[in-house]
Nanobody, 122 residues
Framework: QVQLVESGGGLVQPGGSLRLSCAAS????????MGWYRQAPGKQLELVAT???????SYAGSAQGRFTISRDNAKNTVLLQMNSLKPEDTAVYYC????????????????WGQGTQVTVSS
């Protein structure tokens, strides 16, 4: 089994910063892409940022220039540094990882974390 555990959410004022962390654990052979998604109340799940195993990052337009995604392959961890936060960034943020489980014959599987709430409000 593979688990993703997120942390770092909370309440922050507009213009503030938060750093989200997601750690993958369990029977992991390798991890390919990792990423962050979010879902605001009444809205669909949307991509925030992704990063390949080689460290290449990509961002949604709303995150470009304000958020930075990074990963530590040795620790199976992905981070999302969020700066200049806006009220419209309020959402539950989910970590996603494309994992090759140990003993999985090389087949990739997608895993999700449980989500962490980010609220941007004065």
């Amino acid at each position: 089994q593979v688990q993703l555990v997120e942390s770092g959410g909370g309440l922050v004022q507009p213009g503030g910063s938060l750093r989200l962390s997601c750690a993958a654990s369990g029977s992991i052979s390798s991890i390919n892409a990792m990423g962050w998604y979010r879902q605001a109340p009444g809205k669909q799940l949307e991509l925030v940022a992704t990063v390949t195993s080689g460290g290449r990052a990509s961002y949604a337009g709303s995150a470009q220039g304000r958020f930075t995604i990074s990963r530590d392959n040795a620790k199976n961890t992905v981070l999302l540094q969020m700066n200049s936060l806006k009220p419209e960034d309020t959402a539950v943020y989910y970590c996603k990882a494309t994992v090759v489980p140990t003993g999985g014959y090389g087949v990739e599987r997608i895993y999700w974390g449980q989500g962490t709430q980010v609220t941007v409000s004065s």
